[in-house]
């Protein structure tokens, strides 16, 4: 993340993000391909904005469905299953960042065919 960068999203959206990224990147990645931009060259919160947005237009049409997209991500059974949710030790929060560019950097070197 870049420094003055701003996440909105509490650490277990993020996290619920991320699960929802890797579950479903075939169809995310395919979706942005269409378009011909590649998702992980965003900023970190502009890709969260991504997936959440993606999300979003899939349920959009279920019963209840963005209702219950938002309280698994924001709701308040979220903050009832945990006492702190955003109580995360800065060392578990810089690593995750890394493993995350680590990760954009060798998609984006083996997208452009670098080795």
């Known amino acids: 993340m870049a420094d003055g960068e701003v996440v909105e999203f509490s650490y277990p959206a ?10 479903f990147w075939p169809e995310i990645d395919g ?3 269409r378009t011909g931009f590649d998702p992980l060259g ?4 502009r890709f969260l904005n991504l ?10 049409y ?11 991500l924001f709701g308040e ?5 945990r006492a702190e949710p ?10 995750e960042m890394a493993l995350f560019q680590a990760f ?9 065919g670098v080795s």
């Open 14 to 23: 993020v996290a619920g993000l991320i699960r929802i990224a890797d579950e």
């Open 31 to 33: 979706t942005c391909a």
């Open 42 to 45: 965003l900023p970190f919160d």
């Open 51 to 60: 997936i959440y947005s993606w999300a979003c237009e899939r349920v959009q």
């Open 62 to 72: 279920s019963e209840n469905g963005r209702t219950e997209l938002d309280d698994a």
């Open 77 to 81: 059974q979220a903050r009832r299953n």
């Open 86 to 95: 955003d109580s995360v030790a800065p060392e578990v929060v810089e690593e």
């Open 104 to 112: 954009s950097t060798e998609h984006s070197q083996l997208s452009r």
